[in-house]
């Protein structure tokens, strides 16, 4: 194989390693400049992002491809340890979109804020791993490109090394990390023992041949655990809470809008063989190891396991008096939604997962960035310290409006439209999935409350007595002014594009919701 | 190899998981923590190497190089967790986990 049919594929993770060791260098002879790193990070995902939207043949810039048009949605030969489909290709993107919302906010962090090089090379070397996820087609190679990502996310969330808050909230999702891990292993060593190899698309081929059901059962069982808590799953999300408090609020954008939806992907790659052998083959198909079918087994499972997290999230988020808690359990709440489309395992179904985890990244990932900017004007944790924001900042409060809004999923954001195509590809799928778009609706009501509760806030509440006008960053030695109505350029950059893609996908979502149920479908034709 | 009994193995690794979960739960002590989250990690690792020697043949390479690999990676993580350690005990001058309680009002 010659180098450049090697790096076809993987130009993007090359050039994000690149800026990785680019900003780490930079640091060895003391560049620390924000915008200096910054810039390089930025740069680097970009290029990565322009060259994977390439690949998936968007008309103006298709002549950069760098994969043949054969070397995509092909079934592999022999046991490679990845595959290009055009669902990773859409995953890749949506990760790059989830690390350059975050990168480009972070351009504009108070000065007085160090640790620069760490945080911005961290953020390039975990969607390196999250990219690399989008490729996997062996089980392996997925775990440790997952965990690729989870280590590099670890030290992201103490970067702060200083802050006893981001440090308990490392630990904490080290101890839960380093647990899933160990168990995501065991189940991948059982399924080993089973079918003699890690590949899942031989794993799909072969089978049906496994002498050792129980084997093959408890493997899948562990995954699922194990996933569950990369994924915040209830009742495997009592640690997301915490660290997405906890966590310096960017860093937070980007584990909720970003390397949540790792763990995600990798329940469609590694439980999706077994779910669509059960839809061709309602007995089971190849799956069938003696009384036990496990294809369906799988179904329920995954749709309890939906139906529990979204619950569970949204009657959590209910409760909460807090603004970034209430976001958390709101994301655990929308990771259910995503489950669903993994259950049902039909290509609607899963390009409405795949919309809905685009939506995300715009949705809760830049909720949780403009969260950061208002904070560091000193505005207090609780959602009640937002009171009068609608008359102090009106175009902030509107854009934090439109993302709650879009996360209720009010029609004309993108957020009606990724649960319209998910909830009626669940009623499609006919049977008992019927409930899970019902379960889905009445949810859906259920978080309405709590998002008009903030609304309410903001508008319709009086201004909290304070001293110093908003926009200022608070705690400074002496009073620093950043530009752009208090946010610095790349934070209200960062916040002005998902505000833009909110509005412009849910008025017209036909350009990417195309894309996106082309490469669903595709992966339902093929995939592991 | 496949005389091998198939059940005692797994048996084994199942025990070695169990023993390291318990210690993940009840460990207060960090250092401790992470010694019990390697024994946890040995257990797929001795998995891996077991059925590679029952699988024989070049299938079966597959699982010893999948077991050197995770030697490694379980290295790796051990060093992040110690780097945690080091910052957590600088910060507050304990590694006792339980004490960590400011996030859950």
Request: net charge negative.
């Given at each position: 194989m010659d180098v450049a049919s090697f790096a076809g594929p993987f130009l993007p993770e090359i050039l994000l390693l690149a800026g990785t060791l680019l900003v780490f260098l930079l640091d060895v002879v003391r560049v620390r400049r924000n915008e200096v790193v910054g810039a390089v990070t930025v740069l680097g995902m970009a290029l990565a992002l322009l060259f994977v939207l390439a690949d998936l043949g968007f008309?103006?810039?298709?002549?950069?491809?760098?994969?043949?048009?054969?070397?995509?949605?092909t079934v592999p030969?022999?046991?490679?340890l990845y595959a290009v489909t055009s669902l990773g290709l859409v995953f890749q993107a949506i990760f790059l979109l989830a690390g350059l919302l975050v990168a480009l906010a972070s351009l504009s962090r108070p000065s007085r804020e160090r640790g620069a090089p760490i945080f911005f090379g961290l953020l390039s070397l975990a969607t390196l791993g999250m990219l690399l996820v989008a490729i996997a087609s062996d089980l392996i190679f997925l775990l440790l490109s997952i965990e690729i990502t989870s280590i590099a996310t670890y030290l992201l969330v103490a970067y702060t090394r200083r802050d006893a808050r981001s440090m308990e909230a490392a630990m904490k999702m080290y101890i839960i990390g380093a647990l899933s891990t160990t168990l995501s292993f065991f189940g991948a060593s059982l399924l080993y023992g089973a079918y003699?190899?890690?590949?899942l698309y031989a794993i799909r081929a072969v089978?049906?041949?496994?002498?050792?059901p129980v084997l093959v059962l408890l493997g899948y069982g562990f995954l699922i655990v194990g996933l569950a808590f990369k994924a915040t799953l209830v009742p495997f999300h009592a640690w997301a809470v915490d660290v997405y408090d906890g966590a310096p609020t960017d860093v937070t954008a980007f584990l909720a809008g970003g390397s949540k939806k790792v763990g995600l992907f990798a329940f469609f790659l590694v439980f999706l063989g077994p779910v669509l052998l059960a839809r061709t083959a309602?007995?089971?198909?190849?799956?069938?190891?003696g009384a036990v079918a496990l294809g369906p087994v799988l179904q329920v499972t995954l749709s309890v396991l939906a139906v529990v997290t979204m619950t569970v999230g949204n009657v959590l988020a209910l409760l909460q008096k807090e603004m970034k808690r209430m976001l958390a359990y709101s994301s655990i709440s929308q990771a259910g939604y995503m489950l669903i489309g993994v259950a049902i395992g039909t290509a609607p179904a899963l390009a409405g997962a795949t919309l809905q985890m685009f939506a995300h990244v715009f949705m809760k990932g830049a909720a949780f960035l403009l969260v950061a900017g208002v904070a560091?004007?000193?505005?207090?944790?609780?959602?009640?310290?937002?009171?009068?924001l609608g008359t102090r900042r009106p175009l902030t409060a509107v854009a934090f409006a439109l993302m709650l809004l879009s996360l209720a999923g009010v029609p004309l954001t993108i957020g009606f439209v990724s649960k319209f195509v998910l909830f009626s590809a669940a009623v499609q799928a006919q049977g008992y999935f019927v409930w899970l778009a019902v379960a889905g609706l009445l949810n859906s009501a259920l978080s309405v409350f709590y998002y008009a509760r903030v609304l309410k806030v903001i508008f319709f509440e009086a201004p909290a007595p304070r001293s110093e006008p908003l926009g200022v960053v608070a705690g400074a030695s002496e009073p620093e002014v950043l530009p752009a109505g208090g946010f610095g350029y790349g934070r209200a950059t960062a916040i002005a594009l998902a505000v833009i893609v909110i509005v412009a996908v849910g008025v017209y979502p036909q350009p990417v919701l195309g894309a996106i149920q082309a490469a669903a479908q595709q992966f339902v034709s093929l995939g592991p | 190899m496949s005389g091998l009994p198939i059940v005692g193995f797994v048996g084994l690794s199942a025990a070695l998981l169990a023993v390291g979960i318990f210690g993940i739960l009840t460990r207060r002590n960090f250092i401790l923590l992470l010694i019990a989250i390697e024994i946890a990690m040995n257990a797929g690792i001795l998995n891996f190497v077991y059925f590679a020697a029952y699988t024989g043949g070049t299938a079966g390479l597959t699982g010893q190089a999948i077991a050197v690999v995770l030697v490694g990676f379980a290295a790796t993580e051990v060093a992040v967790g110690l780097a945690i350690v080091l910052a957590l005990n600088r910060l507050r001058g304990s590694i006792n986990v339980a004490e960590a309680t400011e996030l859950r009002r």
């Open positions: 008309a103006p810039i298709a002549g950069l491809a760098t994969i043949s048009s054969g070397g995509i949605d030969s022999g046991t490679p003699g190899t890690t590949n089978a049906g041949t496994g002498g050792y309602p007995s089971g198909g190849p799956f069938t190891n560091a004007w000193g505005v207090g944790p609780l959602i009640e310290d937002w009171r009068g | -």
